[in-house]
C-alpha cells in the first residue's frame, strides 16, 4: 500500500464517522439524522422520511421514545405502544418496581404479574418517565466570548444555569445542558416528565430473566426480557403526581406493532437514550482503566455477590429484598469481566496506538495546526504515568463496600442522629420520624445477609498488602485471630444500627460518644477515610484529563470535518441503524441469526432458579400453541440479532423495521464484543432483542391478558 493512502485509512478506523462508516456503528444525535445518515439508511431498507422520525412541530417517532427514571436517573428506555399510554420496556429495567411489588404472598417476581383492569395497575413513587420536546445547539451562546485557550468554567456553568432555567417556562419543561466531545461543543435538551408511571404486566422471572447470570451477555437467547407500564396524567393530559383521579395518558404517538416477521439483511434501527460510552479514549486511557477500575470491581464482586447469592437462594425474603440490588451488581460484573476479555483479546489498546499515531501525523504535517495542538496525545499519556493505579484501586474498593451494604448506606445517608441545639435528648417527634426513617431503610435488609456481605469486604481487604490495609485489618489480626466472619458479627449485632431494639434504645439515651463508639460507625469511617485519600488525586487526575482531551478531541473533529463523528453517548436520545444479521464468533462458529421456544426445552434444568421452564409455557411450547404469534414455519421465535450500536441504558429500546414498526425490544450485547464502549468491532458487536411475536405469545397465550393485545396497534 501506498503511503499517502494510510491517513485516509486511519482516519476512517479512528473516526468511525459519517458516509464511510459500516451502517451498523455509530449513536447518531437525531436531529442530525436527516443530514448525515438518511442516504445510508433508505439505501439499507427505510421508508419512513426523516420528518416522520424527527419533528419538533409535528407528532413523529422521537414522540414515543421514553426515558425512564429513577428519582430522576436514567437507567432505561421505553416506548409507547397503545393511545393509552402503555409503555414497553425490558423485564430487567421494571425488575426493581416487580421487586418492590412483591412479598413472599404475592411473588409477583417468581409468578408474575397482570393487571385485570386500570385500577389493579399499581404505581411506583420514584419511577419517571421523559420524553424529548425539541434540542438545540448552543455551543456560540456557552462559550461566547471565549478562545480555545480562555475557557472560564465558571462562566460556563452561569451560562448553562440561566439557559435551563430560561427555557424551562417557569418549571413546565426540564432543561438539560450537555456538552460534547469533551466540552468542544454543547446542546440544550428541553424535556416533558411525568411523574405517575403504573406497573401493568411482567412475566414470571423464569420468563422475564431465562438464563439469568448464566446467559446473561451470552448468545444464543431464549430470554422474555420484557415488562409493562402505563403513564398517567392529570385528567387535562398534563404531567402529574399519582392521584387516583389520574387518567392514561394519551400521546403524540404510537408504534405500531408488525407481526410480519424478520429475515436476514432487514434493516432494523434502535430508537432509545444510551447512558455513556467512551470511543475516543487513547491507548494509555484504556490500559489504566483496565489495571485501576475494571480489575478491581471483578475482585470485589467475585468476593460479595457469592455470599448474597447464597443466601437469596436460601430463603424467599432475602430473594426478593435483595433482587434487584443483587441483578444490577451481577450484571455489571458479568459486563466489567467480558469488557476486560475483549479488551485484551481483540488488542485494543494496541489498535488505539496505532491510530494515535495517524492523528500525531496529520497535526504534524501542518505548522499552523501543530502551534493549534501541539501533542495532546503526549500530554494525556504524562497524566496517565503520573496517576498513581493504586490510590485508584483503594478508592475503588471503598466506594463498592460503601454502596452494597445497606446497613452501611444507612449510616452514610441518615440525618440528625445525634440532638441538635445542645440536647441531650430526642423529642418524641423526633424518636418516631428517626425509627421510621430506619424501618424505611431497613425494610428490605436482612442481619445474616449483612453480616455476609461485610465480611466478604474484610477479606477482600485483608489480601492486600499491609502498608494497603484499613486500621480494623489490624484489628481483625489482633483481636479475632483473623476471623473476618466473627468481626462482622460483632460490627453489626453491638452497633446502634444493627437492629430496632438496638437503635430504639439508643433514641432513648442518645450521645455522641455511642455514636463516636460504635463498631459500624467505625468501619464506615475506615472506608470514608480510605475514600478520602483517593478523592483528591482522583479529582486532580479527572481535571487534568478533561483539559488534555478538549484540544485532543478538537483535533479529531477538525481531521475529520468532511466526516461527521458521532459523539458518545451521554444519556441522551440517539437512533442507530443496521440490519438483522447473524456473526462468527470463532473460527469454526457460526450463530444463527434467531432462536426459537425448542432452546428453553433445550436448557431446561427442573428446580434450577436460572433455567427451571414454568409449567404453563413448557405445555404451550409441547402443544404448539401458539396462537397467530409463529413464524410461517410454525416455529415460534424468541429473540434475534442485529449489528445496532447500543449500549447501558439502550436497555428496553424499541428495535424498528423499515416501516417504523415495532419488530422486537433490545435487551443485551454479546460476550464476544464487550468492548463496545470503547470500541466498535464490526464483525463481533451484536444487539441482542426479544422478538415481539414472543412478547405478544407471553402476553395472550401464556398470561391471557388480551386487554393490553386490544390496545395495541398490529400489523400482520
Known sequence: ????????????????????????????????????????????????????????????????????????DHFCTGEIISDQGLLLTNHHCGYASIADHSTTDHDYLKEGFWAATLADELPNQHITATFLVRMEDVTTKVLAGMSDGERDDSKISETIEALESEYSEDG??????????????????????????????APPSSIGKFGDETDNWVWPRHTGDFSMFRIYTAPDGSPAEYSEENVPMKPKYSLPISMKGIQPGDFAMVWGIPGSTERYLTSYEINFKLESDNKPFIEFADMVLPVIREEMNARDEVRIMYASDYASWANSWKNRKGELASLTNLHIADKKAEQEKELLHWINASKARKDKYGNPVDSIRQIVEDADVKTFRLLYYANYCMSISKYVDFVLNADGLTPEDGRKAFTNEEKQALMESYQEAMKNADLITEEKIIAAELKLWMTLPVEDQPPFCEVINKKFKGDCAAFAKMIVQKSIFGNADNFQKYLNKPSDKAIDNDPLVGYVSSLYSTLFRGIFPYFGYTNQ???????????????????????????????TYGTVCDYFPKDGVRYDYYTTVDGILQKEIPGDPEFDVNP????????????????????????????????????????????????????????????????????????????????????????????????MKIIK
Open 172 to 201: 413546565r419543561y426540564t432543561v438539560s445542558v450537555k456538552d460534547f466531545y469533551d466540552g468542544n461543543q454543547y446542546f440544550m435538551f428541553v424535556y416533558e416528565v411525568y411523574k405517575d408511571v403504573r406497573l401493568v404486566g
Open 545 to 575: 484529563m478533561e483539559e488534555a482531551r478538549r484540544p485532543f478531541m478538537a483535533a479529531m473533529l477538525e481531521m475529520n470535518a468532511d466526516h461527521p463523528m458521532y459523539p458518545d453517548a451521554n444519556s441522551t436520545m440517539r437512533c
Open 616 to 711: 404453563k409455557l413448557k405445555q404451550l411450547i409441547l402443544d404448539k400453541d401458539f396462537g397467530p404469534y409463529a413464524m410461517k414455519n410454525g416455529q415460534m421465535p424468541v429473540c434475534f440479532l442485529t449489528n445496532n450500536d447500543i449500549t447501558g441504558g439502550n436497555s428496553g429500546s424499541p428495535v424498528l423495521n423499515g416501516n417504523g414498526e415495532l419488530i422486537g425490544c433490545a435487551f443485551d450485547g454479546n460476550i464476544e464484543a464487550l468492548c463496545s464502549d470503547i470500541f466498535f468491532d464490526t464483525d463481533l458487536q451484536r444487539c441482542i432483542c426479544v422478538d415481539i411475536r414472543y412478547v405478544l405469545f407471553v402476553i395472550d397465550k401464556f398470561a391471557g391478558a388480551q386487554r393490553f393485545i386490544n390496545e
Open 1 to 72: 500500500m501506498k503511503k499517502f493512502f494510510l491517513i485516509p485509512l486511519f482516519a476512517f478506523l479512528f473516526l468511525t464517522a459519517g458516509a464511510t462508516n459500516p451502517p451498523d456503528e455509530g449513536m447518531w444525535l437525531p436531529m442530525f439524522v436527516k443530514d448525515y445518515n438518511y442516504a445510508t439508511m433508505k439505501h439499507l431498507g427505510l421508508h419512513l422520511t426523516a420528518e416522520q422520525m424527527w419533528d419538533i412541530n409535528n407528532s413523529s417517532l422521537k414522540d414515543a421514545i421514553v426515558e425512564l427514571g429513577n428519582d430522576g
